[in-house]
């Protein structure tokens, strides 16, 4: 079995058309999509589709791009939210969270400090519901660990990691699991492939990302999640290991790192 886990499964640009796209990915043997909401407006969403789709699960978070919008009264609501899912087997992480400093509006003194607060404030619930991480991490590789370490969660995954080898231990080194998808599978992305290729294989999960992050197959169409084989396909590769190998290590890495994935999963 593979595991998508980082999919926008909701994103508009699937046209209405979720549930077909992960029937796809279920054919192409992708047993789990693990979809991260962005902000209150798509909890509901995010929530239905795990409830409708066999091979779909669910995070809740405020995505740092969303933060501008957001106030006291939507982190009250992913509180409750997260309370009341607890008691939903789809529910398994919290996320997307984390900061972004790149985008030119999230810069801006008084938004890193929004930002930094809201992370702050989803990992407290975090760690409060004994919940894993999902981050996005942008331009904040060292910011986001010095948070995390000062709030630990139930370990993590590491999004869309592309820092260094240094800062790559870091979250190995917190419990984190560290997510490669389409990136990878370009020749000009050196330092990723270098990371793909010699971090451990047991801190590395699969991911999409879809709609976004397109393989150089599909670039710059839509991602979606039916490309985790293919792209797996790019790290055995570049490692000089079978996929059979990859498609073990990533499984039970992302199994360690969400235990209420592998409970859904075991069901």
Not at 175 to 181: A, D, H, I, S
């Amino acid at each position: 079995m593979w595991i998508d886990t980082h999919c926008h499964l909701d994103a508009r640009e699937f046209g209405g058309e979720s549930l077909r796209v992960a029937a796809d990915a279920g054919k192409a043997g992708v047993s789990m999509i693990v979809i991260p909401a962005i902000d209150v407006a798509n909890f509901d969403a995010v929530a239905q589709l795990a409830a409708t789709a066999p091979n779909a699960s669910y995070g809740l978070g405020i995505h740092p791009i969303c933060v501008p919008q957001a106030g006291e009264d939507d982190l009250a609501t992913l509180r409750s939210r997260v309370a009341a899912a607890m008691a939903d087997p789809n529910f398994v992480a919290i996320g997307e969270v984390g900061l972004d400093f790149f985008l030119p509006h999230l810069v801006e003194p008084a938004m890193r400090e929004k930002q930094v607060y809201f992370f702050r404030e989803q990992l407290k619930i975090a760690r409060e519901f004994g919940l894993p991480i999902l981050t996005h991490v942008r331009k904040s590789q060292d910011q986001v660990l010095k948070h995390i370490r000062q709030i630990p969660p139930a370990g993590g995954i590491a999004h869309a990691f592309n820092g260094s080898f240094q800062q790559a231990q870091g979250y190995i080194d917190i419990g984190f699991k560290l997510g490669f998808g389409g990136n990878l599978t370009f020749t000009r992305a050196l330092q990723i492939r270098r990371l793909a290729e010699q971090l451990p294989l047991s801190a590395i999960v699969m991911e999409t990302d879809a709609p976004d992050i397109a393989p150089h197959w599909l670039h710059p169409g839509v991602n979606t999640p039916d490309q985790v084989p293919r792209i797996a396909e790019v790290l055995s590769q570049l490692r000089g290991i079978g996929l059979d190998e990859v498609q073990a290590a990533t499984t039970a890495n992302a199994h360690h790192v969400m235990p209420r994935l592998r409970a859904l999963l075991a069901a």
